[in-house]
C-alpha cells in the first residue's frame, strides 16, 4: 500500500511540473507574438501615413489653467436699512387749550427746556393768585400759632387746626404751578425742530402733534434680516455701509435682536453711524449694508463659472498625465458656498492641482490638451 502511495504523489507531481511549464512556455510565446504585433501595428502605420497625412492625428484642446485660491473665503449678504433715532419724536401738549404763542421755526436750533410754545391758561393763572393769596393769610396764622403753642399758650387744637389749613393750602398751590406749567410746551432734549405742527389760534390737544424734534447724536441704522441669519452675526461684527453719492465706511454691530417679527419672519440689527457721517444721513433715509454671514481663513476656492454638474454632483476638469500626454481628468468636488463668482470647495481640492479654467467647456474627461498661458 505504501509503494502505491509513492506512485501516485510522484505521478501528480510529475503532472504539476509540466502543467507550470506548460504555462510558461505560452507566456513566452504571447510576448513574442504581442511583440510581432505591434511591431506590424507600427510599420502598417508608418505606411499609411506616407499616404494620408492626417491618419492617427490627436485632437488638442487648448486650454488654460489656474491654481486653486487658498485662503480666506467670505461669504456676504446685501440688504436695505433706515436711519433711525431715539431721538426723533413728536412733541404733544399736555393739556387743551387755545395756543397763544410759537417760540420756535422750523429748522431752528433748540435746547433741552426752551419753550416752544404757550397755551391759554388764565383760568388756572387765576386760581393760582385766588391761592397764593389766601396762602399768604393762612401762613401767617399758622406761624403765629405755632409761636403761641411754643410758650405754651393756646389751644393744641387751634394750632393743630391752622397747621392743616396752610399744609394743605400749599399742596393746593403747588399742584396749581404743577398744573400751569403743562400749558407751556418745552423741548424735551437739545436738538432741530423739524416741523411746527400748530398754530397760534388753534385748539390744542394731547392726541395732536405740535412738534417734531430730531437730534442726530442718537441715530443709528436699523436692519431687517431674514430669520435663517439668526446665529450668524454677533455685536461688534464689522458691516460695509453704503450710502448715496458713493458714500461707503465699515461700521459694526450694535444691536442683535432676539424675537422674530411675524408679519415678514426677520429680526432688528442695529448698526452705528459714526460720528463723522452722521450729518450726511438724514432720518428714514434707506441705505444699503453689507454683511458677512460666514467666513473660512482656510478655504480653498475656485471661480463658480468653472464647476458643472450631472446627475451625480458638481465636478471640474483638472490636468494629469497620460502615455506621455497632458490630458483633461474629471473631477468631483463637493461645493461649499459661492459669493461674488467664487465657490468654496469642501471636499476634491486640496491647493496644488492644475485647475482647467478657459477651454473649460470645450474639453471631455480624457481628452488631449496644450496648456497656453
Same mark, same amino acid.
Given at each position: 500500500?505504501?509503494?502505491?502511495?509513492?506512485?501516485?504523489?510522484?505521478?501528480?507531481?510529475?503532472?504539476?511540473?509540466?502543467?507550470?511549464?506548460?504555462?510558461?512556455?505560452?507566456?513566452?510565446?504571447?510576448?513574442?507574438?504581442?511583440?510581432?504585433?505591434?511591431? @506590424?501595428?507600427?510599420?502598417?502605420?508608418?505606411?499609411?501615413?506616407?499616404?494620408?497625412?492626417?491618419?492617427?492625428?490627436?485632437?488638442? /484642446?487648448?486650454?488654460?489653467?489656474?491654481?486653486?485660491?487658498?485662503?480666506?473665503?467670505?461669504?456676504?449678504?446685501?440688504?436695505?436699512?433706515?436711519?433711525?433715532?431715539?431721538?426723533?419724536?413728536?412733541?404733544?401738549?399736555?393739556?387743551?387749550?387755545?395756543?397763544?404763542?410759537?417760540? #420756535? *421755526?422750523?429748522? /431752528?436750533? #433748540?435746547?433741552?427746556?426752551?419753550?416752544?410754545?404757550?397755551?391759554?391758561?388764565?383760568?388756572?393763572?387765576?386760581?393760582?393768585? *385766588?391761592?397764593?393769596?389766601?396762602?399768604?393769610?393762612?401762613?401767617?396764622?399758622?406761624?403765629?400759632?405755632?409761636?403761641?403753642?411754643?410758650?405754651?399758650?393756646?389751644?393744641?387744637?387751634?394750632?393743630?387746626?391752622?397747621?392743616?389749613?396752610?399744609?394743605?393750602?400749599?399742596?393746593?398751590?403747588?399742584?396749581?404751578?404743577?398744573?400751569?406749567?403743562?400749558?407751556?410746551?418745552?423741548?424735551?432734549?437739545?436738538?432741530?425742530?423739524?416741523?411746527?405742527?400748530?398754530?397760534?389760534? @388753534?385748539?390744542?390737544?394731547?392726541?395732536?402733534?405740535?412738534?417734531?424734534?430730531?437730534?442726530?447724536?442718537?441715530?443709528?441704522?436699523?436692519?431687517?434680516?431674514?430669520?435663517?441669519?439668526?446665529?450668524?452675526?454677533?455685536?461688534?461684527?464689522?458691516?460695509?455701509?453704503?450710502?448715496?453719492?458713493?458714500?461707503?465706511?465699515?461700521?459694526?454691530?450694535?444691536? #442683535?435682536?432676539?424675537?422674530?417679527?411675524?408679519?415678514?419672519?426677520?429680526?432688528?440689527?442695529?448698526?452705528?453711524?459714526?460720528?463723522?457721517?452722521?450729518?450726511?444721513?438724514?432720518?428714514?433715509?434707506?441705505?444699503?449694508?453689507?454683511?458677512?454671514?460666514?467666513?473660512?481663513?482656510?478655504?480653498?476656492?475656485?471661480?463658480?463659472?468653472?464647476?458643472?454638474?450631472?446627475?451625480?454632483?458638481?465636478?471640474?476638469?483638472? #490636468?494629469?498625465?497620460?502615455?506621455?500626454?497632458?490630458?483633461?481628468?474629471?473631477?468631483?468636488?463637493?461645493?461649499?458656498?459661492?459669493?461674488?463668482?467664487?465657490?468654496?470647495?469642501?471636499?476634491?481640492?486640496?491647493?496644488?492641482?492644475?485647475?482647467?479654467?478657459?477651454?473649460?467647456?470645450?474639453?471631455?474627461?480624457?481628452?488631449?490638451?496644450?496648456?497656453?498661458?
Amino acid at each position: 500500500m505504501k509503494k502505491i502511495t509513492l506512485i501516485l504523489t510522484c505521478i501528480l507531481l510529475s503532472c504539476d511540473n509540466s502543467s507550470l511549464e506548460q504555462k510558461k512556455k505560452r507566456v513566452d510565446e504571447l510576448k513574442n507574438s504581442l511583440v510581432e504585433i505591434y511591431t @506590424e501595428i507600427d510599420n502598417l502605420e508608418k505606411e499609411i501615413s506616407e499616404f494620408d497625412s492626417t491618419f492617427n492625428n490627436k485632437n488638442y /484642446e487648448l486650454v488654460s489653467t489656474i491654481s486653486p485660491y487658498s485662503g480666506t473665503f467670505s461669504h456676504e449678504i446685501s440688504l436695505r436699512g433706515n436711519i433711525q433715532s431715539n431721538m426723533n419724536i413728536l412733541i404733544v401738549p399736555e393739556v387743551m387749550g387755545q395756543v397763544d404763542k410759537i417760540y #420756535v *421755526e422750523e429748522g /431752528e436750533t #433748540v435746547k433741552k427746556g426752551k419753550i416752544l410754545a404757550s397755551i391759554n391758561s388764565d383760568i388756572i393763572q387765576s386760581n393760582i393768585e *385766588e391761592i397764593e393769596s389766601s396762602l399768604n393769610l393762612l401762613k401767617t396764622i399758622y406761624d403765629r400759632q405755632s409761636n403761641l403753642w411754643k410758650e405754651e399758650i393756646g389751644s393744641e387744637i387751634e394750632y393743630l387746626r391752622s397747621k392743616t389749613n396752610y399744609e394743605s393750602a400749599k399742596n393746593r398751590y403747588n399742584a396749581l404751578k404743577i398744573q400751569a406749567s403743562k400749558f407751556s410746551i418745552t423741548a424735551p432734549f437739545s436738538g432741530i425742530i423739524e416741523s411746527v405742527n400748530t398754530k397760534v389760534g @388753534e385748539v390744542s390737544s394731547p392726541g395732536m402733534p405740535a412738534f417734531r424734534m430730531f437730534n442726530d447724536s442718537d441715530s443709528y441704522i436699523s436692519v431687517d434680516v431674514p430669520e435663517n441669519y439668526l446665529n450668524s452675526f454677533e455685536i461688534g461684527d464689522t458691516v460695509l455701509v453704503n450710502g448715496s453719492d458713493q458714500l461707503s465706511f465699515n461700521s459694526i454691530i450694535i444691536s #442683535v435682536g432676539q424675537v422674530i417679527n411675524p408679519s415678514n419672519r426677520t429680526f432688528s440689527l442695529g448698526i452705528k453711524i459714526k460720528d463723522d457721517f452722521k450729518d450726511d444721513f438724514k432720518p428714514n433715509q434707506v441705505v444699503g449694508i453689507k454683511l458677512t454671514d460666514y467666513k473660512n481663513d482656510n478655504a480653498v476656492s475656485i471661480p463658480s463659472n468653472i464647476i458643472y454638474s450631472d446627475e451625480r454632483g458638481n465636478y471640474i476638469f483638472i #490636468v494629469d498625465e497620460f502615455d506621455g500626454e497632458r490630458i483633461a481628468r474629471k473631477l468631483p468636488i463637493l461645493v461649499g458656498k459661492s459669493f461674488d463668482y467664487k465657490s468654496e470647495i469642501i471636499r476634491g481640492l486640496v491647493g496644488d492641482e492644475m485647475v482647467i479654467d478657459k477651454g473649460s467647456s470645450d474639453v471631455v474627461d480624457g481628452a488631449y490638451i496644450k496648456v497656453v498661458d
